[in-house]
């Protein structure tokens, strides 16, 4: 009867797990013949709102007769266009998405089409599905926030989601603790800007919140998805050194290593800054691995700037690098900036970064050869028939072992 497709980031992941729940609840289940599909749509790029809209559109061609649903970031902007071009019965934002099942209900009563979307998502407070759901893996993605208020001149995401809203902190316990009865061992913090988590609260910061859960008994592993280096404040550091169960890997956005390109792009920090953060959480984390976001292509960037940014990411030594060519939306301050980057150049500075970070990878996974490190075991690997799994460091090791041992921790030497 049901069927939920979830598009885009780790958030989309989690609130399609939690909706899944409410569902549930209400006594639908999954079927290879859906009656109802909720599509959990993605706007971060061209790319992303493409995607969605094909999906969307396959789903209705494939399935005439079901209910279709279309929620998220791609709706939140294209609302109509979903209900009439691509003939959704059901459409929602990124608001009202509790209400979901409810619209459904009104839908089978009476056959017209919904429409809920709140033209201005960032007057809310964060939106609590009231639910506990059940990860579809052995790592469970714990949602903290909703938004973001940093207003880079390239991303829509703040128009889209709202600003920052933080989760209330005591779900948050709730749900982490039950999921360690569950047998959970690893959690992973994630938000639309995570570490956002605590702006719109008194007394509450990130790095509060972070030293609440790496305490509760039973958490072998917290990791962080995606941390900015201003968010990364003394406390945090703090807390590196003093807890072994946050793991010992860092996802930190850089998008240009050229100063002049990160003003352009409304960042909030410099070159500088971000180099001496990352020293100093070497310092109490020697062996940590740093993994980053860069943006190519941006308006203007010259081969000069390109080359900084190159340079740049060697000197800090990154352990991977995930790679994107600067995709123009429209609504944001770099839509009309002059100066746009063709299509050619972007695709080959791309190429350029994605060896650099082959070779990163290799240098920083070259440190461990011989080592044994504590792997949770997640899934057998179809092709070689190995179990596989993610250190602290996010190395992912493999082993031939059977399949008893998939959530469990075992120590595999690095080769």
């Known amino acids: 009867m049901l069927k939920f497709i979830s598009l885009g980031c780790k958030v989309n992941s989690y609130e399609s797990n939690a909706l899944k729940e409410?569902?549930?609840?209400?006594?639908?289940s999954n079927d290879t013949k859906p009656d109802v599909i909720v599509i959990n749509t993605c706007s971060v790029t061209s790319v992303a709102d493409q995607k969605s809209r094909q999906i969307v559109r396959?789903?209705?061609?494939?399935?005439p007769e079901a209910v279709i649903v279309v929620m998220g970031c791609f709706s939140q902007k294209n609302g109509e266009y979903a209900l009439k071009e691509c003939h959704a019965d059901i459409v929602v934002g990124t608001s009202n998405r509790n209400k979901i099942v409810d619209y459904v209900k009104t839908y089978l009563k009476d056959k017209k089409p919904i429409i809920a979307i709140d033209e201005d998502p960032r007057k809310f407070d964060y939106e609590s599905f009231k639910t506990i759901a059940i990860p579809e893996s052995t790592r469970a993605y714990i949602k903290i926030e909703d938004g973001c208020n940093n207003f880079c001149t390239y991303c829509t995401i703040p128009y889209t989601r709202g600003v920052a809203r933080s989760r209330d902190k005591d779900e948050i316990i709730d749900e982490i603790n039950f999921l360690i009865k569950e047998g959970f061992l690893e959690f992973v913090l994630t938000g639309i800007h995570t570490a956002h988590y605590g702006v719109d609260l008194k007394g509450m910061t990130f790095s509060d919140l972070v030293e609440e859960i790496v305490k509760l008994p039973g958490l072998y592993r917290l990791r962080i998805s995606s941390i900015e280096e201003s968010e990364i404040d003394d406390h945090f550091i703090e807390l590196l050194?003093?807890?072994?169960?946050?793991?010992?890997h860092l996802h930190m956005p850089l998008q240009s290593g050229s100063r002049s390109v990160l003003q352009r792009m409304g960042r909030k920090y410099k070159t500088e800054d971000f180099i001496n953060k990352v020293n100093r959480i070497r310092k109490v984390r020697p062996d940590i691995a740093i993994?980053?976001?860069v943006i190519v292509g941006f308006p203007g960037e010259s081969d000069e700037e390109?080359?900084?940014?190159?340079?740049?990411?060697k000197r800090v030594g990154f352990a991977e690098l995930h790679?994107?060519?600067f995709s123009a939306r429209e609504g944001t301050k770099a839509y009309s900036f002059?100066?746009?980057?063709?299509?050619?150049?972007?695709?080959?500075?791309?190429?350029?970064?994605?060896?650099?970070?082959?070779?990163?990878?290799?240098q920083y996974k070259d440190k461990f050869i011989g080592k044994s490190l504590e792997v949770i075991l997640e899934e057998r690997n179809k092709k070689t028939g190995l179990l596989s799994g993610f250190t602290s460091n996010y190395l992912k090791l493999s082993a031939d072992l059977p399949d008893k041992y998939i959530g469990k921790i075992c120590k595999i030497e690095v080769r």
Not at 241 to 248: R, S, V
Request: no cysteine; aromatic share 14%.
């Open 58 to 63: 396959r789903e209705r061609r494939n399935n």
């Open 291 to 293: 993994t980053t976001d």
């Open 22 to 28: 409410l569902f549930y609840k209400e006594g639908f």
């Open 338 to 362: 002059p100066n746009q980057v063709s299509p050619e150049i972007k695709d080959k500075r791309v190429q350029i970064l994605l060896e650099l970070s082959k070779d990163l990878e290799k």
């Open 241 to 248: 050194k003093k807890y072994p169960n946050i793991a010992n």
């Open 323 to 325: 790679v994107f060519p």
């Open 306 to 313: 390109f080359n900084e940014t190159y340079e740049f990411i």
